[in-house]
């Protein structure tokens, strides 16, 4: 049993429902089948359950963990696509739970098409591309050169093909990369005649379709960002057509002082190994939270009080300078932030912070 509140995240669900209905609705208009990231939040069964009820019936997460909840959690028919690709050890319950993995090896679709066969199923499987980002994916060439490689595997179906962006080089898609998964595609349904699904995310790929609703020969969309946060981080900017402001980090103050750090002496790195010199500002007024690197992640976190600014985070505790503020903060006082896709997934993954949930 926890013995305090805090730290504590506050999780509006209205909010986030409006923001699935308004995201249903473009899809719908866009004919883009739209996939929820459940990542983010674990797959918290109150999150998930929410988006089931709204009409989502496709999810996808790194981690088969959360997958194989959700799969408890919602009725049968519900597709589950693991977009992390697979370790050797998960084929096996791939193939028995009926999850649709990313592959980009030849050797997994083998090694699935041997647990699928056991199983006497047939089991589909998305072919990740590289397109960018240099990160996960078969290179283009080692698709031209598959040859009659797919005829070999009769327990496996190809779904789809699928593409991620801007996560690791921030390498954003554009109108170019989308016409070659295009062209990609039918020229795959070309020479195998049969139809599979071109799968883009995350959130990056919305702007193109507000661009342009016209696009055609995409059907997918894996979304986390947009829904969550109504936010698209990859490109800056706020989603006007969304709300932001659902996830509410709150924590307690359990210091405040006036402090400087002593400039004379010899510097270091900090706890993270970091290189954290601070300019000499004289004494200021600090306050400290019981809110630490463990829990949060201090660079996404926004605070209403424009004056009370981050100084840093150790493991245990968030420093704020409060010199300039006109707020009168005092000691066993919560203060709140509005908190970022970062700062929300370690709040998840941290025991120590309590999860909230308000209609
Ligand atoms: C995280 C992730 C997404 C969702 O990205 P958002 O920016 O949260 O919308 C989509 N696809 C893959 C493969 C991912 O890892």
Redesign the pocket.
């Known amino acids: 049993m926890a013995l305090s509140t805090y730290p504590l995240l506050e999780i509006d669900l209205r909010m986030i429902e409006r923001n699935t209905e308004v995201v249903l609705q473009k899809c719908n208009s866009w004919h883009l089948h739209p996939v929820v990231?459940t990542?983010?939040f674990l797959a918290d069964a109150p999150l998930v359950s929410l988006f089931y009820q709204s009409g989502i019936k496709s999810f996808?997460d790194?981690n088969l963990d959360n997958l194989l909840k959700i799969k408890k959690l919602l009725p049968p028919g519900v597709r589950l696509i693991l977009?992390?690709l697979p370790m050797k050890e998960e084929i096996k319950e791939i193939a028995a739970e009926d999850i649709i993995p990313?592959v980009s090896h030849w050797e997994i679709v083998e090694a699935l098409n041997e647990e699928a066969k056991k199983e006497n199923k047939v089991l589909p499987l998305f072919l990740a591309l590289e397109s960018g980002d240099a990160r996960e994916g078969f290179l283009p060439e080692e698709i031209e050169e598959m040859g009659d490689k797919l005829n070999k595997f009769s327990s496996i179906k190809i779904e789809g093909i699928c593409s991620?962006l801007a996560?690791l080089s921030g390498i954003l898609p554009d109108e170019g990369i989308l016409e070659r998964l295009i062209v990609f595609k039918n020229n795959w349904e070309n020479k195998w005649g049969n139809k599979i699904s071109l799968s883009v995310?995350?959130?990056?790929f919305l702007s193109l379709w507000e661009k342009d609703e016209n696009i055609k020969g995409v059907d997918e969309i894996?979304?986390?960002?947009?829904l969550l946060f109504g936010n698209d981080i990859?490109r800056g900017r706020q989603i006007n057509w969304l709300e932001r402001g659902a996830f509410t980090l709150k924590a307690e103050i359990v210091e405040i002082k006036s402090k400087e750090p002593d400039m004379r002496r010899e510097k270091g790195f900090d706890a993270f190994g970091e290189p954290n010199f601070p300019p000499a500002t004289g004494k200021r007024k600090r306050m400290i939270l019981a809110l630490g690197k463990q829990d949060s992640d201090e660079h996404q976190l926004y605070c209403s009080d424009e004056n009370a600014k981050i100084i840093g985070a150790t493991s245990n505790y968030l420093v704020m300078d409060i010199e300039d503020s006109n707020r009168a903060y005092k000691l066993g006082e919560v203060v709140q932030f509005q908190a970022g896709?970062g700062a929300v997934l370690r709040a998840f993954l941290s025991p120590y912070v309590k999860k909230v949930y308000r209609w």
Do not use: D, H, N, Q
């Not at 995310?201 to 990056?204: A, I, P, S």
């Not at 894996?222 to 947009?226: S, V």
């Open positions: 990231v990542k983010g996808a790194s977009i992390r990313f991620t996560c995310g995350g959130t990056t894996r979304l986390g960002e947009a990859s896709y």
